[in-house]
């Protein structure tokens, strides 16, 4: 077994985690005399906080270092010593490791400074191959990315409204192609990851789809329909959460450990991340903003889902004599439709900032992002608009966040799809960290 000689991650706060439930005294008090010593050992055995074997804190490490060298683009030993308080000897360790396991390539050495020259290492694109399904209530994806968050191949079919049995063919049509498109084979495929609305069934006549088509999805095993088609294991997320695990991922927030994330889709979603880990929630569904109030709305119109979403869009073209499922499938209706995309844009800002003072309300974020499925200029003119309204906006009691523009746009839900298993498989998660040993 490989051992750290400085595996103490001292006070930074990405090195190690402990602790004790408070409600463990609280549930502990009301159980009967009798039962007391059988019920303490259960609830101390359900304690969240774990504590780690040599493998655990060994396991931890090797991800922090990966991390931190996904997120500078390149990082040496000396710096990574530096960045995680762990002692050169277990650096280099690691760093052996991570090699040994392809994971990184190294650069050029960098001369000029006393001792021997440092060796930058980077992130190996071709060290893994990830697979990810997107589907959505306006079209379905499916992507191959690499390493480093790279998009290798892709397929999609757009819909008025996916039906399931339609997916999944859609699905096994298009695996040979992303397949044969990336240059492997299905063995090859490190993981598949799936981002979906988590009750697609949900908000039917804003999406103009039969509900008695979308309540198929209630019952439909995606999961095991995916197992049946490849020799994979299949990791399903919400498709908000999804996008946000790939912006944690591969965006290079390096000035960030707290931030709130919202995807415009044809419904607004979006993720939370804390501590430097994207925030699942109970049933991971945290960051499901489409509910939030916004005040000044119509009665039943007064949600985030009624102002930040691509739906809202749609209708305004419709109502100009447009075909709406241009919004989806072609970035030219925007400029197609200017004043309907302005007003689209105030709107969606104006909700949008009430629901980032409504989240700092909650937790004090350091920074917003906003992405979505729409034009790169479309998307700068969102986050431009809604700093303009925290501008106005009365913040007394919370802090100004910055807002900035996400990094993948459109393909945000498919890449954060197959970045689920890499998360699982590389990334730290600060929220579950310990909560088995």
């Not at 996904?70 to 990574?80: D, I, M």
């Not at 039969?210 to 498709?239: H, Q, S």
């Not at 979603?269 to 000044?296: E, H, Y």
Request: aromatic share 8%.
């Amino acid at each position: 077994m490989l051992k750290y000689s400085d595996c103490a991650l001292q006070s930074r706060p990405d090195r190690g985690r402990g602790g004790f439930m408070a409600k463990v005294v609280n549930q502990q008090a009301s159980k009967g005399r009798k039962s007391v010593d059988h019920d303490r050992n259960a609830l101390l055995r359900s304690t969240p906080q774990r504590g780690s074997n040599q493998s655990t804190v060994r396991d931890y490490n090797e991800r922090l270092v990966l991390q931190l060298i996904r997120n500078h683009g390149w990082l040496t030993k000396s710096e990574a010593t530096v960045a995680t308080g762990l002692s050169p000897n277990a650096v280099s360790v690691i760093f052996k490791s991570l090699d040994r396991a392809g994971l990184l390539v190294r650069g050029k050495p960098e001369r000029g400074r006393i001792g021997q020259p440092s060796v930058p290492s980077a992130i190996n694109p071709d060290a893994k191959r990830y697979m990810g399904l997107k589907i959505g209530r306006r079209s379905t994806e499916l992507v191959i990315i690499d390493f480093a968050g790279g998009v290798v191949s892709r397929a999609c079919e757009f819909h008025q409204y996916p039906v399931p049995e339609r997916c999944i063919a859609f699905v096994d049509r298009a695996i040979p192609e992303v397949l044969g498109a990336a240059g492997i084979n299905a063995s090859q495929v490190a993981g598949f990851g799936v981002a979906m609305p988590w009750e697609l069934w949900s908000w039917t006549e804003e999406a103009g789809a039969p509900k008695e088509v979308m309540e198929a999805w209630m019952a439909f095993d995606v999961e095991g329909a995916l197992n049946r088609l490849g020799p994979w294991r299949v990791t399903v997320a919400n498709d908000g959460t999804a996008a946000c695990t790939a912006e944690l991922m591969h965006g290079r927030h390096l000035d960030k450990t707290d931030f709130v994330y919202f995807f415009v889709g044809t419904f607004i979603g979006g993720g939370i991340v804390l501590n430097s880990s994207v925030f699942f929630g109970r049933q991971g569904n945290a960051g499901g903003f489409g509910p939030l109030r916004v005040p000044g709305g119509p009665p039943g119109k007064d949600r985030l889902v009624d102002c930040a979403s691509l739906s809202v869009f749609e209708d305004r073209v419709r109502q100009a004599g447009g075909d709406p499922a241009r919004v989806a499938a072609d970035d030219g209706v925007w400029s197609a439709h200017p004043a309907e995309a302005a007003d689209w844009i105030v709107t969606c800002a104006r909700g949008l900032s009430h629901a980032v003072i409504s989240s700092l309300a909650v937790i004090d974020f350091d920074s917003v992002i906003i992405d979505g499925a729409f034009p790169d200029d479309v998307r700068r003119a969102v986050v431009t608009a809604v700093q303009a309204e925290l501008d106005k906006a009365d913040l007394q009691g919370v802090g100004r966040p910055r807002v900035e523009a996400g990094k993948f746009g459109g393909v945000a839900r498919a890449v954060g799809a197959a970045t689920l298993p890499m998360y699982e498989d590389y990334a730290i998660n600060q929220n579950t960290l310990m909560r088995s040993g």
